[in-house]
């Protein structure tokens, strides 16, 4: 049995290591990357890193393959490469099952302002704060640019490329933060609004109790909805446990 898990989160690198570890006889896992980060962290198992041209060439691996299963274990935000899922699935006659951790929830003392997108976050800051932590990642930020009067301190894993706002100080680190350490990163910084999409997980939510805290307005982009008629799981040991039907 073949299993591609699309992949480049932790839960992704989570359930090759469960498969990986699996004592299945003939179970083959290949994970896939996505190529966009320098240096990713690689899952136990067969890995091969770059696109596949769209759904034809999605479906045209997973039948030059013989896969068997499809695992979208990627980020919630990657919306087309889970459509081209879907899609391709549907077309190669694969069973396609979304690994998605779950959304996180506001709580009591949160000031949260939810945006369906980039482009709404960013129409909302002028009239919430001057400091932005701005933690959506390096890819987007155009849809800051355009805010001139607003300093922005922008974290991702790799350095961004153009167009970015003007007034922004970049901080390359990686994940998952501490509270103490997210605390700081808001004193240091003087912010007074933070800026994130609903990743969920625990590696990266410190920032949210952090602000919390300093009763700091947070901006949470809304995740994609997860392609109709796709299984769903939400740890690796659900998806795990769902390959496990397929293998006899």
């Known amino acids: 049995m073949h299993v591609l898990i699309l992949g480049g989160t932790g839960e992704a690198r989570r359930l090759a290591g469960l498969l990986h ?19 990713p962290r690689m899952p ?20 030059t393959h013989e896969v068997d299963a499809l695992i979208d274990a990627t980020h919630p935000f990657a919306r087309t490469i889970s459509f081209n899922a879907a899609a391709a699935a549907a077309a190669a006659h694969v069973p396609l099952l979304a690994l998605r951790r779950p959304g996180w929830v506001p709580g009591e003392g949160d000031r949260w302002h939810p945006a369906d997108s980039l482009d709404e976050a960013a129409a909302l800051l002028p009239a919430l704060g001057r400091r932005v932590f701005l933690t959506t990642g390096r890819m987007g930020l155009a849809a800051f640019a355009h805010l001139d009067e607003l300093w922005f301190l922008m974290r991702s894993v790799d350095a961004p490329e153009p167009p970015c706002p003007v007034r922004m100080e970049v901080l390359l680190d990686r ?20 800026v994130t999409k609903d990743s969920g997980g625990a590696a990266t939510s410190p920032k949210l109790t952090a602000a919390r805290e300093a009763g700091i307005p947070v ?29 006899g």
């Not at 198992?45 to 039948?63: K, M, Y």
């Open 44 to 63: 136990d198992g067969e890995v091969r890193v770059g696109g596949f041209g769209g759904v034809d060439g999605l479906t045209q691996w997973l039948r």
């Open 21 to 39: 570890g699996a004592e299945v006889a003939g179970l083959r896992v290949t994970s896939s990357l996505a190529g966009r980060v320098a240096a």
């Open 219 to 247: 901006v949470v982009v809304r995740r994609p909805p997860v392609p109709d008629g796709v299984a769903l799981a939400a740890t690796p040991e659900e998806a795990a446990a769902w390959v496990r039907q397929f293998s």
């Open 175 to 194: 994940g998952p933060f501490t509270l103490e350490g997210e605390r700081e990163v808001l004193r240091r910084a003087a912010i007074d609004v933070l």
